[in-house]
């Protein structure tokens, strides 16, 4: 028995990772937890690619930079990775990016203000709505003084999230219903100003064609935002110190 236990522990040694990778391939097979094909992320072992290859021992990925990352099969069971699968699968690609408005550039409209929102024909019935609002209600609320207004007041950071909200609903490569989130809202206002953050899907999961949908996104939403009396918030640079000295 003794000499049965020492040859066992010694085969256990010898085909370690052999029993290991064994085990992991029944456990990845009958959970469908990778194939070939999958696009998977891998951070302790610096893949992010396409899976090439599963074998017995190995899982051969292709990154996206054309080099080959080999990860044992059996580390697929111990190690955090994502499979970016279901999100093929799904047709959706999620867009989670914010715009930071500089604070000091949000007000209450004017009459001015509303006038002009007024012309926008994404917006034009969200403000003719609240105006009308406002009036049913007998004009602004009895809490609103000289300096504070009412809380149903517009303020054109509500109106741009409105537009943004419209904006991206006249998109028809943004997915509008089903299971699909999609949300404009506001992030904890920091040192970098006040987060708009734009939560929607794409209706196509290509990296290229999903990367410009984006672009085209905040660089309308960029270039928008003076339109509604706010300013975009960015840090200070060389430029700002030199037109600072100048006029000093």
């Given amino acids: ?23 992991a391939s029944l456990q990845i097979q009958s959970h469908d937890l990778v194939r070939e094909g999958d696009w998977i992320e891998m951070s302790a072992y610096e893949a992010d690619g396409i899976v090439t290859n599963v074998a017995l021992h190995t899982i051969k990925v292709q990154n996206w930079d054309n080099t080959i990352t080999v990860v044992p099969t059996h580390k697929l069971l111990d190690t955090p990775y994502r499979n970016w699968r279901g999100m093929t699968e799904s047709g959706g690609r999620r867009i989670k990016r914010a715009l930071h408005v500089d604070l000091t550039s949000i007000a209450f409209c004017d009459s001015e203000m509303i006038e002009r929102f007024r012309n926008i024909g994404l917006i034009q019935d969200y403000v003719e709505q609240r105006i ?36 991206l609903k006249s998109r028809a490569d943004v997915h509008q219903e089903g299971d699909m989130a999609f949300l404009i809202r506001q992030l904890d206002p920091g040192p970098m100003g006040l987060p708009l953050e734009v939560y929607a899907f794409t209706k196509t999961t290509t990296w290229g064609s999903y990367e410009a949908i984006q672009a085209e996104i905040f660089e309308h939403l960029v270039a928008a935002a003076p339109a509604f009396g706010l300013r975009v918030f960015q840090q200070p640079t060389g430029t700002d110190f030199r037109v600072l000295a100048a006029v000093a």
Avoid at 2 to 7: D, F, M, Q
Avoid at 133 to 161: K, P, Q
């Fill in 1 to 23: 028995l003794s000499g049965l236990g020492a040859i066992t522990a010694v085969l256990v040694l010898i085909f370690h990772d052999t029993l290991l990778s064994f085990v």
């Fill in 132 to 167: 009308a609002n406002v009036v049913a209600r007998g004009g602004r609320d009895e809490a609103c003084t000289r300096d504070v207004c009412a809380e149903h007041e517009l303020t054109n950071a509500g109106v741009f999230r409105a537009y943004i909200s419209a904006y």
